[in-house]
């Protein structure tokens, strides 16, 4: 007797869509201006890329920072530049269009391209990019992107009657969560559900820093090139021009803030001025760090007061201390609450000019939002599907030892020691063991692992676990524990192996779920955070899950994972050892004029759409 189908399957596959929010810096900013710049044969003319061009940026820097930096305290654009971001699919697939530039800074290409070789129409994947150095709040002030965003979906049902499937990284996901609370005053309350059913399928979270990034704290206070030709001070002194440097700051798990959704019902606990109230579990206070691996930031300070930022040598010698004593500089220590909160920005405001811009920044976009303050907890959306995935067991940075360095602004503080995070341990840079509360993994390289799997929290009472090797097997590797329970804010730990230099996926899938819900979290080892959009184990399984869900004969919640075959001709390769083509079940050997190996001449015997039955 056949199991009868779940009624999450969308039973028509041509009706889906596909929405796209890339992350930080992943949209193309092109040129709305006309600005001449002097000593350099290159101008920027309307629709010039900006964002990233890095011929114009190595020969005229100071031009192509007029058009990146914006006013730090109305977000408005440079008096001489201003810039928009780009539209569709081509403003997020490689951000420097070249030769030699293009694969370098290749975002979402290999994802279109994998789309295209399964026979995706081309109206059915949509790119939703923005202006990330935006705030929230600006967005949707400034470029109306909220309400455009609602449009996209609408006319995405409209036009292939179905739902969308979302796709958002990194910082896309945070977008992702405003729209979410945003559309709740758009939508009437009892509504809100139905839009939400109507229109999404489906929500992939890819890279999530759920509560924060630690990066951010490094960017504000001496600068992150992104691996541009640009030097820290000046790095600093542009991104801090973005509000969007505060929006993936780190926070404490234990700290929230008023939901202002039921605030017109019930009256909430507002202030005087109408503004969102902000409020600690006990335990921010009898535990350490915020919940975190350890304090984020262990800072430098000088005691005295009343030399500017940063005294001169020849200030201090004619400042006629009455003790050597009293010039010791003072190490403070603070947690994800108090970098969240503002008090770490206070305590140094005497010693950075910047600090009061971010200060100003914090309050009135954040702190103030009327929609939502991003820097809280996020409990899980009320959709139907949702897959959160993130890369796992990488070198993570987890906290900062900072001292003034001496210099004027933008270079004044330097970094003395970084903490990190490897392999359930933290070590310092110089190799020490740190003491603290490391997770049972890392985190991505850029998101600690604390982040990334607060969305385990998202999960049912009961799990079923999987570990499966990433690249294709025949499935005499993959482990399995069914319904391991699941207790809320601890963190779900299998009882697996791992063999050495093998490297595996790991899926975290309901067992028991809120009804109509299902949440599966996926933690695939090594896989690098701003790399991870492009990694072909992801685009397989999400590919797979995909069929899975659309397919009307799917008799599971999820797709099997008890073996992985080769989906396209790529996947295929050549036995040396057989002499054969490898998965000689999948896979021929078929020359076309233009193979220069055997490899390339082992292809698929049949279609995709065959080789996906094997997975219902």
Known sequence: MRAPSYNHHVTDYSKLSGIIIPGLASTQLRAWSILDCP???????????????????????????????????????????????????????????????????????????????????????????????????????RDLYFHKLKLTFETALKLRGGPSVVFAHSLGNHVFRYFLEWLKQEIAPKHYIQWLDEHIHAYFAVGAPLLGAIETVKGTLSGLTFGLPISEGTARLMVNSFASSLWMMPFSKYCRAENTYWKH?????????????????????????????????????????????????????????????????????????????????????????????????????????????????????????????????????????????????PDNWIITDVIYEIEGSLFSRSGNLVEGNPGASSGDETVPYHSLSWCKNWLGPKVNITRAPQSEHDGSDVQVELNVEHHHEEDILPNMTRLPRVKYITYYEDSESIPGKRTAVWEIDKANHRNIVRSPVLMRELWLQMWHDIHPDATSKFVTKAKRGPLRDEDCYWDYGKARCAWAEYCEYRYLFGDVHLGQSCRLKNSSANLLSHYL
């Open 39 to 141: 000593y350099s044969p290159l101008d920027f003319n309307p629709l010039d890329l900006v964002w990233l061009d890095t011929t114009k940026l190595l020969s005229a820097v100071n031009c192509w920072l007029k058009c990146m930096l914006l006013d730090p305290y109305n977000q408005t654009d440079h008096p001489e530049c201003k810039s928009r971001p780009d539209s569709g699919l081509s403003a997020i697939t490689e951000l420097d269009p070249g030769y030699i530039t293009g694969p370098l800074s290749s975002v979402w290409k290999e994802w279109v391209k994998w789309c295209i070789e399964f026979g995706i129409e081309a109206n059915a994947i949509i790119a939703v990019p923005y202006d990330w150095r935006l705030s929230p709040s600006m967005l949707e002030e």
């Open 265 to 409: 019902f019930s009256g909430g606990n507002m202030d005087k001025r109408g503004h969102n109230m902000y409020h600690c579990d006990e335990r921010e206070f009898q535990l350490n760090f915020s919940g975190w691996p350890t304090n984020i930031i262990n800072i430098e300070i000088p005691s005295i007061r009343g030399f500017g930022a940063y005294p001169s040598v020849t200030e201090i010698a004619e400042a006629n201390l009455s003790s050597i004593e009293c010039g010791l500089p003072t190490q403070l220590s603070f947690s994800a609450r108090e970098i969240s909160d503002g008090t770490f920005f206070k305590a140094i405001e005497d010693y950075d000019p910047d600090i009061k811009r971010i200060l100003h920044q914090l309050k009135t976009l954040y702190h103030d939002d009327p929609v939502l303050n991003p820097l809280s907890p996020w409990d899980r959306p009320p959709l139907k599907n949702i897959f959160c995935i993130y890369g796992t067991d990488l070198k993570t940075e987890v906290g900062y030892y900072f001292a003034p360095s001496g210099k004027p602004y």
